[in-house]
């Protein structure tokens, strides 16, 4: 597998400082901003914010379906010990499903939302696939945090996706509130790069997924942004929704509530910044974790 030129160093044994990004935020051209859903002034928002936030952008009964197939999967012991499936450290409850679309005819369905697909193509301007989806579950009083990151730190260097043209879509599936841990975002963390210190151990993901070490950003560096730009934590009914940029700073805390928190993810990564030799050195993690099999473009249900 042939390793492309690496134009965002990281996990290396000495600190490199953060530096500008070097990939355009928006990648549609001037002209033709406004051409999708998006208002010309929210893509001009994500450009400089790094995320967008739609309050009860899904219908809230339509979300009650998913939520149950959820609640469905939360009782399912073969699950639990099938690979894709990250448990809470020490814990029996479940942490993450990964490859949620792979898994669900109806979570399936959703990644090819018509509405959802064009604001993605219209801000990466390129037809899309996934690269990743997840569900991130919270339980109440037992649902931990994680810790700030840039998504596109790991998957640059875990996974090997080249350049920064791909985004997340989280789509609240019970209520987020400020008690059980929402997600947290840095405004403007997006511009910025910033290599991480540690070699990366084979098998990193095994531990990663559920207590992050690796590829977490400085504290002088965090300060700078946080002091610069603040901390924004969306909240919202199910059906909301936050699309946030690969680079974008995030993180969030344990749910210290008694209501679950529970938020589903599709990345979505353009056809032309597929994946290929993990900048690590690494071998490449598994499928449920970087899609490397299916490019194919999405096509709207």
């Not at 549609?28 to 739609?54: C, Q």
Request: proline share 8%.
């Amino acid at each position: 597998m042939i390793r492309a030129q690496d134009l965002f160093p990281t996990r290396l044994e000495r600190k490199l400082g953060m530096f500008e990004r070097l990939d355009p935020v928006v990648h549609t051209p001037e002209e033709r901003l406004s051409d999708g859903p998006l208002s010309e002034e929210k893509v001009r928002e994500f450009d400089e914010r790094g995320f967008l936030f739609f309050d009860s952008f899904f219908d809230k009964g339509e979300m009650e379906k998913f939520v149950q197939e959820l609640q469905e999967y939360e009782e399912d012991e073969d699950l639990k010990v099938s690979e894709g499936t990250v448990l809470e450290p020490g814990k029996q409850e479940i942490r993450s499903i990964f490859g949620i679309h792979e898994i669900s005819e109806r979570f399936d369905r959703l990644t090819r939302n018509p509405q959802l697909l064009k604001i993605v193509q219209q801000l990466l301007d390129s037809d899309v696939y996934i690269h990743q989806s997840r569900i991130n579950y919270k339980p109440g009083f037992k649902g931990k945090g994680f810790n700030w990151h840039s998504d596109f730190e790991t998957w640059h260097s875990e996974d090997g996706m080249p350049r920064m043209r791909c985004l997340s879509c989280s789509i609240v599936m019970t209520d987020n509130n400020e008690f059980n841990g929402p997600l947290m975002l840095i405004p403007g963390s997006q511009k910025y790069f910033i290599p991480c210190v540690g070699r990366t151990p084979e098998d990193n993901y095994k531990e990663s997924l559920k207590i992050q070490n690796l590829g977490v950003p400085d504290a002088a560096s965090l300060t700078q942004l946080m002091n610069k730009n603040s901390i924004e934590a969306p909240k919202g009914p199910p059906g909301s929704l936050i699309i946030f940029e690969c680079n974008t700073l995030h993180a969030s805390n344990a749910n210290m509530s008694c209501w679950p928190r529970s938020n589903l993810f599709f990345v979505y990564n353009s056809v032309h910044n597929t994946p290929g030799a993990p900048f690590c050195g690494n071998r490449p993690r598994p499928e449920f974790l970087a899609n490397r099999k299916n490019w194919a473009p999405l096509k709207p249900v």
